[in-house]
């Protein structure tokens, strides 16, 4: 498959997952005929003109879901930049009434920015941390961010380093982002009652993260990477050609030989997920393109308390996203109020504070 067939076939799963219709992405494909930054067809240009007539019809949020297409899959040239600074704002003009607000940290590394519902220093709630994978921007997600403080939670939307409006560089120690969000909302929410919905790549963040950091207790992933992907050469020659070279530009690694050398250093073994004593609630797609299927039977050996769920789907499970989220928020609400699988958890290390 090329490149701009590989565009197109994840365009029509990730638009999928973001409420736009088959019938609405098949009126838009055709239109685009290349790759090429400033090329009036392009797929940046195309998705760009469909997002631009959504905005000036008053519809912003069908529109940032086009921008959201538009730099996919991450804004390394001048048309998707655009367009993901216009994901941004057209979020932002859609957010503004339905209590979702905006925060940006400055990292020692860089900047991370994030949408927030339910913080309140006066009544601090337990958190809930979402973010996406390599791909998708928080404000794919953010949308969820108002159910979540409704059933009680303060919840935080963000984006794995590289992605959208994160500046920071992904790498073997990016999982210490966890860490930093919640020393910086401390103030604002219990975070010593941490939960995680960290889809796909993000999930492996958590799960790095929640072997060290009590503070976090549970996590929810969909197709969360943990060591094949990273390590076995059999496996690598099946990833996607998109997935490779975006992992490439937020790794900032300048071939894929390099890339491959990095992400040695990625895997997580049974000893660290051993140290993971919090409920893990994983869905599992049959036919994922992405993730090996040794990763979840590593899981299984290696967790203690872990439960999964499966779907006859692709990466991410896009055609059952209703089933899905469902099971995701339940895995949230048994973490949360003591229903979790396995035995009870036992004391962990101290929080770990992420630095430069």
Known sequence: MDHLDELKAFA?????????????????????TNDEPGHPASWARVWTAEADRLARAGRPLDACRRYALARFPHHGDTDRARAQANCVRTFDDWRRRRGIGRLVLDHPDGTVACWTAGLDARRRRPLVVVSGGIVSVKEQWAPLLPKLARLGWAAVATEMPGVGENTLRYGPDSWRLLPFLLDRLAGRARVE?????????SGHLALRAAAHDPRIRSVHTVGAPVAGFFSDPRWWPRVPGITVETLRRLTGTADEDALRRLLQDFPLGPDTLASVRVPVGYVVSSRDEIIPAG???LLAAALPRVRFKE???????????GPMRGWLIGSLLRARFGGGPGPAPVPAPPPVTAGP
Do not use: C, K, N, Y
Not at 14 to 31: C, D, N, S, W, Y
């Open 311 to 321: 779907f006859d789907d692709v990466h991410g499970s896009p055609a059952h996203l």
């Open 12 to 32: 029509r799963l990730h638009a999928r997952g973001q409420g736009i219709t088959e019938r609405q992405v098949a009126a838009v494909l055709p239109r685009i």
């Open 295 to 297: 990763d979840q039977r």
């Open 193 to 201: 009652r941490t939960h995680v919905l960290g889809l796909s790549f």
